[in-house]
């Protein structure tokens, strides 16, 4: 260690003992200065935060129809109000709106009534709830001060139902499966690409077979296959639990490669060899030495893989094969929009969770390429 020495104010020499940071403080101080990443790593959060307490920040019911709100357009937020006087004041509010139909084309439509208005705010009486399945609570974050009005920010579907809050509700399912999957491919990936690149021989060939033969696999046909057996009279939890399985069949085999050539150019480094003659045993030595090694490179990947996860549930629930109603999700909130008719009358179906799907994945992919070149030691 070199230590620096430099002259203070008196002319005397004083000495500095350079800071000595770990590998984990290096990744994050280079992880700061990527800009996008550390942008992306507050998006996620933010994300991640509106999975976890849904019902707080939803402002209805994600079930709860209207008849007389059928395919409403988003409503804006207004933030003055004028009295009788004429004068103007401060208050947060949407219009209210009245439904009007075309006799000759039997369509709806709805104008904004400029005699009523709705009153908003922050921390308003809801919908029963409970906190994280513990504590119950009927505060929502922001919503009509009245709970018998409804306020529909991103607009509304074919049966009345809010848009906004089946989407804040909707995160929990896609983000969490993407999680799961994760780990799963995590135990999967890293065990297999383990014993394939520190045992190698017979073994490595039996799990490269393996691997190059699920990825020559069409993957919409394999998901078809798959979600095609699953029972329709299964409880929406256990679908849950089986695409999740489905969507983690391919996922782990990337992981497992890397994996692979990683051990295969440690399996013969000198602290590897020395912890062999201290007595450790095979699975110790890949525990304690090979693993920690290069886990940053392994957090990195996954961060990567998963909005691979998240786009793949979406595809499976679009298609009809993954998740499906009454289970809300971003996938089968698009859908809804399969239809010509929805496009056409309610395009918000379409663009308010697509919008979400894309701001995810990138952030989470921005958030990956952060961590990777951050975990990477010869990056500058």
Do not use: C
């Given at each position: 260690?070199?230590?620096?020495?430099?002259?203070?104010?008196?002319?005397?020499?004083?000495?500095?003992?350079?800071?000595?940071?770990?590998?984990?403080?290096?990744?994050?101080?280079?992880?700061?200065?990527?800009?996008?990443?550390?942008?992306?790593?507050?998006?996620?959060?933010?994300?991640?935060?509106?999975?976890?307490?849904?019902?707080?920040?939803?402002?209805?019911?994600?079930?709860?129809?209207?008849?007389?709100?059928?395919?409403?357009?988003?409503?804006?937020?207004?933030?003055?109000?004028?009295?009788?006087?004429?004068?103007?004041?401060?208050?947060?509010?949407a219009?209210?709106?009245?439904?009007?139909?075309?006799?000759?084309?039997?369509?709806?439509?709805?104008?904004?009534?400029?005699?009523?208005?709705?009153?908003?705010?922050?921390?308003?009486?809801?919908?029963?709830?409970?906190?994280?399945?513990?504590?119950?609570?009927?505060?929502?974050?922001?919503g009509?001060?009245?709970?018998r009005?409804?306020?529909?920010?991103?607009?509304?579907?074919?049966?009345?139902?809010?848009?906004?809050?089946?989407?804040?509700?909707?995160?929990?399912?896609?983000?969490?499966?993407?999680?799961?999957?994760?780990?799963?491919?995590?135990?999967?990936?890293?065990?297999?690409?383990?014993?394939?690149g520190?045992?190698?021989?017979?073994?490595?060939?039996?799990?490269?077979?393996?691997?190059?033969?699920?990825?020559?696999?069409?993957?919409?046909?394999?998901?078809?296959?798959?979600?095609?057996?699953?029972?329709?009279?299964?409880?929406?939890?256990?679908?849950?639990?089986?695409?999740?399985?489905?969507?983690?069949?391919?996922?782990?085999?990337?992981?497992?490669?890397?994996?692979?050539?990683?051990?295969?150019?440690?399996?013969?480094?000198?602290?590897?060899?020395?912890?062999?003659?201290?007595?450790?045993?095979?699975?110790?030595?890949?525990?304690?030495?090979?693993?920690?090694?290069?886990?940053?490179?392994?957090?990195?990947?996954l961060?990567?893989?998963?909005?691979?996860?998240?786009?793949?549930e979406?595809?499976?629930?679009?298609?009809?094969?993954?998740?499906?109603?009454?289970?809300?999700?971003?996938?089968?909130?698009?859908?809804?929009?399969?239809?010509?008719?929805?496009?056409?009358?309610?395009?918000?179906?379409?663009?308010?969770?697509?919008?979400m799907?894309?701001?995810?994945?990138?952030?989470?992919?921005?958030?990956?390429?952060?961590?990777?070149?951050?975990?990477?030691?010869?990056?500058?």
């Amino acid at each position: 260690m070199t230590v620096e020495t430099t002259l203070g104010p008196s002319g005397t020499e004083e000495q500095h003992t350079p800071e000595l940071l770990g590998p984990w403080a290096l990744m994050w101080r280079k992880f700061r200065r990527h800009r996008v990443a550390y942008v992306s790593l507050w998006i996620t959060g933010l994300i991640y935060f509106m999975a976890l307490f849904g019902d707080f920040l939803a402002p209805e019911k994600i079930d709860e129809t209207n008849r007389r709100g059928i395919f409403v357009p988003p409503q804006g937020i207004h933030f003055l109000v004028t009295d009788e006087d004429g004068k103007r004041s401060f208050q947060l509010h949407a219009k209210a709106l009245k439904m009007q139909v075309d006799r000759a084309t039997m369509r709806r439509s709805y104008v904004e009534d400029p005699n009523k208005i709705i009153p908003l705010g922050f921390f308003v009486e809801g919908y029963s709830y409970e906190i994280l399945g513990l504590i119950p609570s009927k505060t929502h974050f922001f919503g009509p001060k009245n709970p018998r009005d409804i306020v529909y920010f991103l607009g509304s579907d074919r049966l009345g139902r809010d848009i906004l809050s089946r989407i804040i509700i909707g995160t929990k399912i896609s983000m969490s499966i993407g999680l799961v999957g994760i780990v799963v491919s995590l135990v999967i990936g890293v065990s297999l690409g383990g014993l394939s690149g520190y045992y190698g021989g017979w073994v490595d060939t039996l799990i490269q077979r393996l691997i190059e033969f699920l990825r020559s696999i069409p993957t919409i046909p394999l998901w078809m296959g798959l979600a095609a057996a699953i029972p329709l009279g299964w409880p929406p939890l256990y679908t849950y639990f089986v695409v999740t399985i489905i969507v983690s069949m391919i996922g782990w085999t990337s992981l497992a490669r890397e994996v692979r050539g990683k051990f295969l150019s440690l399996r013969n480094e000198d602290f590897i060899t020395a912890a062999r003659l201290d007595g450790l045993t095979d699975w110790e030595v890949i525990r304690k030495h090979m693993v920690p090694s290069f886990s940053s490179h392994i957090i990195a990947s996954l961060t990567l893989a998963v909005p691979l996860m998240i786009l793949a549930e979406t595809s499976l629930s679009f298609l009809g094969i993954g998740l499906q109603p009454p289970i809300v999700s971003w996938g089968t909130l698009l859908k809804e929009a399969q239809n010509i008719r929805s496009i056409i009358e309610a395009p918000w179906l379409l663009i308010a969770p697509g919008t979400m799907i894309v701001i995810a994945v990138l952030a989470l992919n921005f958030l990956g390429d952060g961590l990777r070149d951050a975990a990477d030691p010869h990056a500058h």
